[in-house]
């Protein structure tokens, strides 16, 4: 399985950017798929989950009515659309994938033990 994110870079306070991350080597459609962020000395924090068939997803209150994750399961690929970014979403973006059978509660896909693989992570860096 591997998971490549791309997307990141540097952004003004109040501008956006799209991530994506392309899957291979698995049946995409049978997992959880997720973002995670983390910042420098900080943990790896939950951002967005959607589920298998694309018909739910989820966001952290930190981001919620910012941030919007979507799939594309005949392309192997999940995004994620940041808008009125904050510095405070300064960090390293990964997605993930979730160990299958992961059930669609907060406790599970909000946590990063639960993840089976991830991606290599993209910087993102927003000035003020």
């Known amino acids: 399985v591997q998971l490549q994110a791309s997307g990141g870079g540097l952004v003004q306070a109040g501008g956006s950017l799209r991530l994506s991350c392309a899957a291979s080597?698995?049946?995409?459609?049978?997992?959880?798929m997720t973002w995670f962020r983390q910042a420098p000395g900080k943990e790896r924090e939950f951002v967005a989950a959607?589920?298998?068939?694309?018909?739910?997803?989820v966001s952290s209150d930190s981001v919620e009515g910012r941030f919007t994750i979507a799939r594309d399961n005949a392309k192997n690929t999940i995004y994620l659309q940041m808008n009125s970014l904050k510095p405070e979403d300064t960090a390293v973006y990964y997605c993930?994938?979730?160990?299958?059978?992961?059930?669609?509660?907060?406790?599970?896909?909000?946590?990063?033990?639960?993840?089976?693989?991830w991606g290599q992570g993209t910087q993102v860096t927003v000035s003020s």
């Open positions: 959607i589920r298998r068939s694309g018909d739910g997803t």
């Open positions: 080597g698995l049946t995409f459609s049978r997992y959880i």
């Open positions: 993930a994938l979730l160990k299958l059978g992961t059930l669609w509660r907060y406790s599970y896909y909000s946590n990063p033990q639960r993840a089976d693989s």
